[in-house]
């Protein structure tokens, strides 16, 4: 309770308690300034704080797509200017600054966000001010909003093809392990639903506060239970301090996999790839992802950023994300968020991870499901793929074990 009337208190700007789809304190929403030769958008990130790990490279993926797109004429004529925020790792700080990003610098949109738990203090912000969020990263399904566009997996594009994986390797029981917020908990409420309906023991579950360093007793707990496989929505840092642990324990990934889904290339490198050799991960999109576009992205990633900087899902989804946008924007011809939103439906980019694919419905896309072997160089390589891109269905309802957690 605490926690919602601080956030309430740190959103009295946006207008806390304004009736939904009304802008902030009941006024018109901000209409961007297309007025001379640039648009502006908003780049929303962490670029401190313990998710600076994850999202300062998310960041920087926006802006490469920026640039490109500048440099091919920009969007209906008018170059993209980025304004860049620091959320700070703290959900009060981003709705203050997507407010901001809104109301003062009339951006046409916004880009960014990592944990739920940001994205669900920025929601009704973007929705009280009719603006366009373009949400990057993997997360727990179970939301729709009108304003915000998803562009990494809901959960049958990840999840769910993560524990089909584990089920056609004979595990049997998993442990679940995650930080102390709403991506953790819901999506662990769905993993205990499929095992439940697939024949799975959950032997033990634990949560750490995010930014959480001390894993001893969660590492000994783990390995107490014996389970056949641990299921990791840690984020951020913590992970650095659980795989050490885990390690220290005497547990490998022989014996006791962990299949992880917040942990991408730039987390493997500040990690260590000497902690997470063979451990598993469930994602969309690996630097190591064969196809034309992605050797593109790869080749002009490290051109730009050095050659030791890796690609990842979050960042690859981010910008997809900016030429989606564009994309829509020239089918609307027009920045208005609601011609926006009316022109989404059915459009597609050849983006690094394959083809993607807007439902207008849903405002998700269609992606292809991939898992993959983490190796010594650091790089994370495929072991399977779901063959073609999964339609989303983010409330789950073409799983019958699934009734009921929405």
């Known amino acids: 309770m605490l926690g919602a009337l601080l956030l309430c208190g740190a959103l009295t700007a946006t207008g806390c308690g304004a009736k939904t789809?009304?802008?902030?304190?009941?006024?018109k929403a901000v209409a961007a300034d297309t007025s001379g030769d640039t648009v502006k958008v908003g780049l929303l990130n962490s670029l401190s704080g313990t998710m600076a790990i994850s999202e300062v490279t998310v960041r920087d993926a926006v802006k490469l797509a920026i640039e490109e797109i500048n440099a091919s004429g920009g969007v209906l004529g008018k170059k993209i200017q980025p304004v860049s925020e620091d959320g700070a790792s703290d959900w009060p700080t981003f709705a203050e600054k997507a407010q901001k990003l809104i109301r003062e610098d009339r951006v046409a949109a916004t880009f960014g966000c990592w944990t739920s738990a940001s994205r669900k203090a920025v929601k009704p912000v973007f929705e009280k001010n009719r603006s366009l969020l373009f949400y990057p990263v993997q997360y727990e399904?179970?939301?729709?909003?009108?304003?915000?566009?998803?562009?990494?997996?809901?959960?049958?594009?990840?999840?769910?093809?993560?524990?089909?994986?584990?089920?056609?390797?004979?595990?049997?029981?998993?442990?679940?392990?995650?930080?102390?917020?709403?991506?953790?908990?819901?999506?662990?409420?769905?993993?205990?639903?499929?095992?439940?309906?697939?024949?799975?023991?959950?032997?033990?579950?634990?949560?750490?506060?995010?930014?959480?360093?001390?894993?001893?007793?969660i590492a000994n707990k783990v390995k107490a239970a014996g389970a056949d496989a641990v299921f990791n929505t840690l984020n951020g840092d913590s992970n650095v301090a659980f795989f050490k642990e885990y390690k220290s324990a005497g547990l490998t990934?022989?014996?006791?996999?962990?299949?992880?889904?917040?942990?991408?290339?730039?987390?493997?490198?500040?990690?260590?790839?000497?902690?997470?050799?063979?451990?598993?991960?469930?994602?969309?999109?690996y630097q190591t992802t064969e196809t034309e576009a992605n050797t593109a992205f790869v080749e002009a990633y490290k051109a730009k950023y050095g050659k030791a900087k890796p690609t990842s899902d979050p960042m690859e989804a981010a910008y997809t994300s900016v030429y989606l946008w564009k994309e829509m924007v020239e089918k609307a011809k027009s920045f208005d968020p609601e011609k926006v939103k009316a022109a989404a439906d059915g459009t597609a980019f050849e983006a690094p991870e394959g083809t993607v694919t807007v439902d207008g419905e849903s405002q998700h896309l269609a992606k292809t499901a991939r898992i993959g072997r983490i190796g010594a160089d650091g790089l994370i390589d495929e072991v399977w793929n779901s063959g073609e891109p999964i339609e989303p269905d983010p409330f789950l309802k073409g799983y019958d074990w699934a009734s009921g957690l929405s």
Do not use: C
């Open 21 to 27: 789809g009304d802008a902030a304190g009941g006024g």
């Open 253 to 285: 990934a022989k014996a006791m996999p962990v299949l992880s889904v917040s942990i991408a290339e730039e987390e493997v490198k500040s990690i260590g790839p000497q902690y997470l050799k063979d451990q598993l991960t469930a994602w969309n999109y």
């Open 141 to 217: 399904g179970l939301e729709q909003s009108p304003y915000i566009f998803y562009s990494g997996a809901t959960t049958n594009q990840q999840i769910v093809p993560a524990l089909d994986y584990l089920k056609s390797k004979g595990t049997k029981s998993l442990y679940l392990v995650g930080s102390d917020y709403v991506f953790p908990r819901t999506a662990n409420k769905v993993i205990k639903a499929y095992a439940k309906a697939n024949g799975m023991t959950v032997k033990g579950e634990d949560y750490a506060p995010l930014g959480s360093t001390e894993f001893s007793t």
